[in-house]
């Protein structure tokens, strides 16, 4: 069973940075999709930034964060990462971590609802 636990989350100004991580357990192939999507207060859950972990280099942003987020891999310690700076009060939601493992892995990872999903860290960004 894979299991996502995310952490990082917390209360910055806008212009500030924040770097949350995401600790994956319970697979061992090496073809998972990751990413990370946030879910603001009265609006539906948006996909932020996707990466293949066949192909680092297929990484996907929502055009709102691009130019400020970066998602990365450490495959060494099954960590996903999503550094954020320059932040604006916009960002504030509930962010959460989502894998697509195997059967459900399909490459290119784009920014779609993934189906293994963590409990969700809140970033707060204010003005």
């Known amino acids: 069973q894979v299991l996502l636990v995310e952490s990082g989350g917390g209360s910055v100004q806008s212009g500030g940075s924040l770097r949350l991580a995401c600790a994956i357990s319970g697979y061992t192939s090496v073809s998972i999709c990751m990413g990370w999507y946030r879910q603001a207060p009265g609006k539906e859950r948006e996909a932020v930034a996707t990466i293949d972990s066949e192909n680092v280099h297929r990484i996907m942003y929502a055009d709102s964060v691009k130019g400020r987020f970066t998602i990365s891999q450490d495959k060494d310690k099954n960590i996903l990462y999503l550094q954020m700076n320059a932040l604006k009060p916009e960002d504030t939601a509930m962010y959460y971590c989502?894998?697509?493992?195997?059967?459900?892995?399909?490459?290119?990872?784009?920014?779609?609802?993934?189906?293994?999903w963590g409990q969700g860290t809140q970033v707060t960004v204010s003005s």
């Open positions: 989502a894998v697509d493992p195997p059967p459900y892995y399909s490459a290119g990872c784009g920014l779609y609802e993934y189906n293994v």
